[in-house]
């Protein structure tokens, strides 16, 4: 198994409950562009999410960040509304009901918010 290194993706206090998602980068292993994600906070917790619907792939937020619809409970997709569950990322509603945001594992330490990624 190969050894991963923590990376710092943003401070703790960039994400607020409910608040402005905060978008990052995920390099790929074999060279391919890398993957847009985004990281969440919601109930204290922090979630990370590849940016991409279930529907369609295209990334979620209209504008940059943007992800919680007004209740502050659920992530919409801007393209047709798609609702997915910031906890889990599962989608109970809309084209893609039933489906999964791919999760990207993060911790939270030291004030800051981080991503595993391979060590070079
Ligand atoms: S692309 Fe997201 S709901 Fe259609």
């Known amino acids: 198994m190969a050894a991963a290194l923590a990376r710092l993706i943003c401070a703790s ?3 607020q409950n409910g608040g402005r998602a905060w978008r990052f ?7 391919a562009p890398p993957l847009s994600a985004f ?3 919601y109930r204290g917790q922090v979630y990370a999410y590849v940016n991409a619907c279930r529907h369609i792939p295209v990334e979620l937020d ?3 960040g943007e992800v919680f619809d007004l209740s ?4 919409v997709c801007s393209m047709h509304g798609a609702c997915y569950e910031a906890h889990t990322g599962y989608c109970v509603s809309g084209p893609c ?4 945001l791919i999760p990207v594992p993060v911790s939270e330490q030291d004030d800051g918010i981080y991503i595993n990624v391979p060590a070079p």
């Not at 502050?72 to 992530?75: A, E, F, M, V």
């Not at 009901?97 to 999964?100: A, E, L, M, N, V």
């Open 13 to 15: 206090a960039d994400l």
């Open 25 to 31: 980068e995920i390099e790929q292993a074999d060279g």
């Open 39 to 41: 990281a969440v906070r």
């Open 62 to 64: 209209l504008r940059d």
């Open 72 to 75: 502050g409970h659920y992530l």
């Open 97 to 100: 009901r039933g489906q999964r």
